[in-house]
C-alpha cells in the first residue's frame, strides 16, 4: 500500500512525538539505577530534541527531580512535555522528600466498613498526589490502578487495586481522578480492560484472561467506565490475551479491544497509552518497531517505553510511508495530545529559598495527616503487647523482604530495624532469594526453620510481602510461613508477627495465633507503617490506640 497524499517533510518529528521513554530521575548517568530501560543523558538529549514527547521517570529525591524536569523541558527546546511517573501510593513511593501513602487497597479495605470516609480519602489521595506532582515538575500520574483485584494469587496487582470488588474499585478510582485532576495533573487510569483476575505477571510472560463478554461487563468494566464518568485524561493498556475479544492479540495491539470497545462502547475520547512495551508479554513476541505500529494500528495514541525507541520510530514512520498506518491515525493521536497537555496547570513557582514550591519544607501538615490516617486506619492488630521480658535475654528480629538490593522502605534506620533492636534483638535479614535460615528443602516441611542456625532466644517475626512487577507471584514466593509460624509457636519462642502489604498472607497466618500473641498488619511497607505497627505491638512510640481494628 502507498499514501495517497503527499506527507509533511517533518514526519519524523511528528511519530516522535508519540512516544514516551524512560529516564531516570537523577541528574547523572552514574546514577541510574536501572540502566537496562533508562536513557543515557547524551541519547535522552538526543531524541528530545528529535521532536520524542514525553519521559517517563523513576528515582531521585523530590528535589533532584525538581531540577532534572526542568532540564528536560530546556533539552525539549520549550515544547511541552508529557512527564510522568507511576506514584500510584504517593509521589514520595518513587522520590524522596514527598509523601508516600499507603496502598490503595487500604482504602477499599475502609470502604467495606465506612464507604462515605473512604470516598472522601480516595479524593484527598489524589489531590495530595497531584499537588506534589506539579511541585516536582510532572504533569501525569500514571494512576489509579481500575484493576479489581478478586484474586488472591494476582503477582503484580495485589495492593495496587482500589478494591477487591468493581463497585469498590469504581467509587475510589474516581474519586482519586477528581482529586488528581482538580489539581492540574493528568490522571490515567489502568490496565484496560482489567489485569486484577490473573495469576501470571505480564511483566515476564502474556497473561490470558479466558472470562467471556458477560463477565468483562459485570467485573473487569465497570471501575473504567467510574474513571471515564469522572473525566480521567489517559487510559493505559494491558498486556493481556482476551480470547473473548480477540484470540490473537493482546490487548495493547487489539483494534477489537482499543478501537470498537473502548473508544467505540465505553466512548473515551482522551489519551490512549500503551504499558510499557518493553515488558516480555511483547518483546517476546514482538520486535520494538512492529509493537508500535500495532500499537497505533490498534487505537494506543501513545508508545510507552519502546524497547528501543530509534527502531519504534523509524517503523511507524515506514508504515505511513507504505501506507499501512495512515497520517490521519498519527495526526488524530497528536490532536489529543495536544488536548490532555492543555488542561495541565504549570509547576509550582519556585525560589531559591523554595526551590520546591509547597514541598520546599516536606509534605504539607495536611498530607502529613492524610499519611498517618491512612496508616492508623488499615492497621489491624491483636493480642497483647511485646514486653521487656520477650526480649530481656536477646532475640532475633528476623526480617523477610523479596531483595535487599532493592528495598526503599528498609534503610539503616528503618523502623523495622532500629525499634527492635533498641528493645534487644539481633536482626536477621531473610531475602526471598535466599536459603537462610531455611532448612535444606524437604528435610521436615513441618519444620521449615533451621532454629539452631538462626541461634537462640524469642523471634519476632516481619514478613514484607506483597504483589509487586517482576516477582512472579503474589508475595512470599511461595515460602512455608504458616508451617513456619507453628514451628516457632511450638517451640515457645515467637515473641510477635507484623505482616506488611499483602493481607492475604495476615488472613492465612491470622488463624494460626493464640489470642494473646502480639500481632499485626499493615497494608504500607514505608518506615511510617513500620512505626505504628510496632508501636501497637510494644515497641517504639505508639500506644497502639490509634484507630487500630482487632
Known amino acids: 500500500m502507498t499514501p495517497l497524499q503527499p ?48 519521559v517517563i521517570l523513576l528515582g531521585a529525591s523530590a528535589a533532584e527531580l525538581r531540577l532534572r524536569t526542568g532540564q528536560l523541558q530546556a533539552w525539549a527546546g520549550g515544547r511541552p512535555l508529557l512527564l510522568c511517573a507511576d506514584v500510584e501510593e504517593g509521589v514520595g513511593q518513587r522520590f524522596e522528600g514527598a509523601s508516600w501513602l499507603v496502598p490503595p487497597l487500604a482504602v477499599g479495605r475502609l470502604h467495606a466498613r465506612d464507604p462515605r470516609t473512604a470516598v472522601e480519602a480516595a479524593e484527598r489521595y489524589g489531590r495530595c498526589t497531584g ?16 484493576d479489581v483485584n478478586n484474586n488472591p494469587a494476582n503477582p503484580v496487582i495485589n495492593v495496587r487495586a482500589w478494591g477487591e470488588d468493581p463497585a469498590t474499585a469504581g467509587a475510589l478510582a474516581a474519586a482519586f481522578c477528581r482529586g488528581l485532576q482538580a489539581e492540574g495533573v493528568l490522571g490515567c487510569a489502568k490496565h484496560f480492560p482489567g489485569h486484577g483476575d490473573t495469576a501470571a505477571d505480564s511483566h515476564l510472560e502474556l497473561p490470558l484472561l479466558p472470562h467471556d463478554r458477560a463477565r468483562l461487563e459485570a467485573i473487569e468494566l465497570p471501575p473504567f467506565r467510574a474513571a471515564i464518568k469522572a473525566g480521567v485524561a489517559a487510559v493505559m ?24 470497545l473502548l473508544r467505540g462502547e465505553l466512548g473515551f475520547g482522551g489519551l490512549l497509552v500503551t504499558d510499557a512495551l518493553v515488558m516480555e508479554a511483547i518483546t517476546g513476541r514482538w520486535g520494538a518497531g512492529e509493537a508500535a505500529v500495532l500499537a497505533l494500528a490498534a487505537g494506543a495514541d501513545l508508545v510507552l517505553m519502546p524497547a528501543d525507541a530509534d527502531q519504534a520510530i523509524d517503523a511507524i514512520v515506514a508504515a505511513v510511508e507504505t501506507g499501512r498506518l495512515s497520517l490521519e491515525r498519527i495526526e488524530a493521536a497528536r490532536e489529543r495530545r495536544r488536548r490532555a497537555l492543555a488542561t495541565v496547570a504549570p509547576p509550582e513557582a519556585t525560589s ?70 533498641a528493645a534487644g534483638f539481633r536482626s536477621c535479614l531473610l531475602e526471598g532469594r535466599s536459603p537462610t535460615p531455611w532448612r535444606v ?40 510461613w504458616a508451617a513456619a509460624v507453628s514451628q516457632l509457636l511450638a517451640a515457645g519462642r515467637l515473641a510477635g508477627l507484623a505482616v506488611y502489604g499483602s493481607p492475604y498472607l495476615w488472613e492465612a497466618l491470622r488463624p494460626l495465633l493464640p489470642p494473646d ?20 505491638l510494644g515497641l517504639g512510640g505508639s500506644d497502639g490506640t490509634g484507630g487500630f481494628t482487632d
Open 237 to 260: 493498556t494491558a498486556h493481556l490475551l482476551l480470547p473473548a475479544l480477540d484470540p490473537e492479540r493482546p490487548a495493547t495491539l487489539s483494534p477489537a479491544v482499543l478501537t470498537q
Open 131 to 146: 499537588r506534589e506532582a506539579r511541585a516536582v515538575g510532572l504533569n501525569w500520574v500514571l494512576g489509579p490502578v481500575c
Open 441 to 480: 528443602a524437604g528435610e521436615d516441611p513441618a519444620s521449615p526453620l533451621d532454629l539452631e542456625r538462626l541461634g537462640p532466644g524469642p523471634v519476632l517475626l516481619q514478613l514484607f510481602v506483597r504483589g509487586n512487577p517482576f516477582r512472579g507471584s503474589a508475595g512470599g514466593g511461595g515460602e512455608p
Open 7 to 54: 506527507l509533511p517533510t517533518d514526519l519524523r518529528r511528528r511519530v516522535a512525538e508519540l512516544l514516551v521513554v524512560r529516564a531516570s530521575g537523577h541528574l547523572s548517568d552514574d546514577q541510574r539505577r536501572w540502566p537496562r530501560w533508562e536513557l543515557d543523558n547524551a541519547n535522552l538529549r538526543r531524541l528530545l530534541a528529535d521532536g520524542v514527547g514525553g
Open 517 to 536: 500473641l502480639p500481632a499485626g498488619w499493615s497494608p504500607g511497607q514505608m518506615p511510617l507503617a513500620q512505626a505504628e505497627l510496632l508501636g501497637a
Open 352 to 421: 531559591v529559598e523554595a526551590p520546591l514550591g509547597p514541598l520546599s519544607g516536606g509534605p504539607e501538615p495536611a498530607d502529613r495527616q492524610l499519611a498517618l490516617q491512612l496508616v492508623r486506619t488499615g492497621l489491624e492488630r491483636r493480642g497483647g503487647r511485646i514486653g521487656a521480658a520477650a526480649s530481656a535475654t536477646g532475640g532475633v528480629n528476623l526480617v523477610r523482604v523479596d531483595t535487599a538490593l532493592v528495598c526503599p522502605f528498609l534503610g539503616a534506620t528503618a523502623p523495622a530495624l532500629t525499634l527492635p533492636e
